[in-house]
């Protein structure tokens, strides 16, 4: 093999990770992870929930901005998919996404449907850019530092839409967190049999797909902390959060972890 034909094998190979039913179980996970844990800054240590306007939201928004920052940075800067690095960079996005969302609408006083709304056309609007700008948003294409920039930051407004979605579900609508639990199940379910039986666009059903999990794994880990009162378990969130932190280390170690591949990889000549 030539050393053209090298570099082209290299370049084939995106920086997130190949599309399976492992990597939805650890997006589900982070994304309960991103709550319990948010939840644990922003309620359990600097108490926001009793008092939404003493700046709890705003500076949990503040660390959890800047280690997110910090993550997308070094995934950026490496030159190949790694594990680690990626799934600490999706749950810095979920921590911060939990309390952005929670400073809009408790802080802010915006209220969980004007923020589901406003961060709803966040996520479609960016999705929109990212396509004008390089005409595709498939995540096969995420293998140069432009796209991973459309990538990242799509994927912090949907985090953050997750959150105030989830939140509307539970408290707007009335359907309690178990409530919410099962609608956004069945939503994924119904993605998964569009997935299966029919021709829909792999791309789009990808970013309902990942858009969806994230407002399930939000209501998952308010029914797991949250008070007996409000419909939750009412269990510790740093244990919930450690625990679910375990299980995901387990999963990447467990699960098969490979970069997914660019559509370059067709074009790349063998021998």
């Known amino acids: 093999m030539t050393a053209d034909s090298t570099s082209l094998l290299r370049d084939a190979a995106t920086k997130v990770p190949e599309v399976t039913l492992g990597f939805w179980a650890i997006k589900i996970l982070a994304t309960t992870l991103g709550e319990t844990g948010g939840d644990s800054v922003t309620m359990s240590w600097l108490h926001a929930d009793v008092n939404p306007q003493n700046g709890g939201y705003l500076i949990g928004t503040g660390i959890f901005f800047v280690c997110f920052v910090a993550a997308v940075i070094v995934q950026i800067s490496i030159r190949k998919f790694n594990p680690w690095v990626y799934w600490l960079a999706i749950v810095a996005s979920t921590t911060v996404g939990t309390a952005l969302a929670d400073f809009f609408d408790r802080s802010l006083g915006i209220g969980y449907t004007g923020g589901s709304s406003i961060l709803l056309?966040?996520?479609?609007?960016?999705?929109?850019?990212?396509?004008?700008?390089?005409?595709?948003?498939?995540?096969?294409?995420?293998?140069?530092?432009?796209?991973?920039?459309?990538?990242?930051?799509?994927?912090?407004?949907?985090?953050?839409?997750?959150?105030?979605?989830?939140?509307?579900?539970?408290?707007?609508?009335?359907?309690?967190?178990?409530?919410?639990?099962?609608?956004?199940?069945?939503?994924?379910?119904?993605?998964?049999?569009?997935?299966?039986?029919?021709?829909?666009?792999?791309?789009?059903?990808?970013?309902?797909?990942?858009?969806?999990?994230?407002?399930?794994?939000?209501?998952?880990?308010?029914?797991?902390?949250?008070?007996?009162?409000?419909g939750g378990l009412a269990f510790s969130r740093p244990i919930a959060s450690a625990i679910i932190a375990a299980i995901i280390v387990a999963a990447i170690v467990i699960l098969p972890q490979r970069a997914g591949r660019h559509p370059g990889q067709a074009a790349a000549p063998t021998g």
Request: hydrophobic share 55%.
């Open 121 to 230: 056309a966040c996520v479609l609007g960016s999705l929109a850019i990212w396509y004008a700008a390089l005409g595709s948003i498939d995540i096969t294409t995420v293998a140069t530092p432009k796209v991973e920039i459309f990538y990242w930051v799509t994927i912090t407004f949907s985090q953050t839409l997750g959150t105030a979605l989830g939140d509307w579900a539970a408290d707007t609508t009335g359907l309690g967190y178990a409530g919410g639990v099962l609608v956004f199940g069945a939503g994924l379910a119904v993605l998964a049999a569009l997935y299966f039986w029919t021709a829909t666009s792999r791309v789009l059903l990808f970013w309902a797909a990942f858009i969806l999990t994230r407002p399930l794994g939000a209501t998952m880990g308010d029914f797991l902390d949250k008070p007996v009162s409000d």
